[in-house]
Nanobody
Framework: QVQLVESGGGLVQTGDSLRLSCVAY????????MGWFRQAPGKEREFVAA???????????YYADSVKGRFTISRDNAKNTVYLQMDSLKPEDTAVYYC?????????????????????WGQGTLVTVSS
């Protein structure tokens, strides 16, 4: 059974940094694009960032405009883990952050950003940024 487990959330102040981790259990996702999403209170879930497989000839990362230049997605296949480094945090970054994996390796970063082929979701980790 596949499980994605996020961690690293917490309460921080404006301008602080946090690094979120998402560990996959039950299978490896080395050849899969992985994504981070978030859902703020009272709002719909939104795309944050995605990263292709490290082995992809078209290795790429992709970010929502709202986090571009502040957040960095990365992955460590040896640890079956995807990270989201969040710098210069703002109160509007307050949300539950989820990682997600698609059902097939053909999904690219744009597919993931549009929720295409997404099958596996973690339980989320709460990030609260105080002003």
């Amino acid at each position: 059974q596949v499980q994605l487990v996020e961690s690293g959330g917490g309460l921080v102040q404006t301008g602080d940094s946090l690094r979120l981790s998402c560990v996959a259990y039950g299978r490896t996702f080395d050849d899969y694009t992985m994504g981070w999403f978030r859902q703020a209170p009272g709002k719909e879930r939104e795309f944050v960032a995605a990263i292709t497989a490290l082995s992809s000839v078209d290795f790429n990362t992709y970010y929502a405009d709202s986090v571009k230049g502040r957040f960095t997605i990365s992955r460590d296949n040896a640890k079956n883990t995807v990270y989201l480094q969040m710098d210069s945090l703002k109160p509007e970054d307050t949300a539950v952050y989820y990682c997600a994996a698609p059902s097939m390796p053909v999904a690219g970063v744009i597919d993931v950003s549009l929720y295409k082929y997404l099958e596996h979701w973690g339980q989320g980790t709460l990030v609260t940024v105080s002003s």
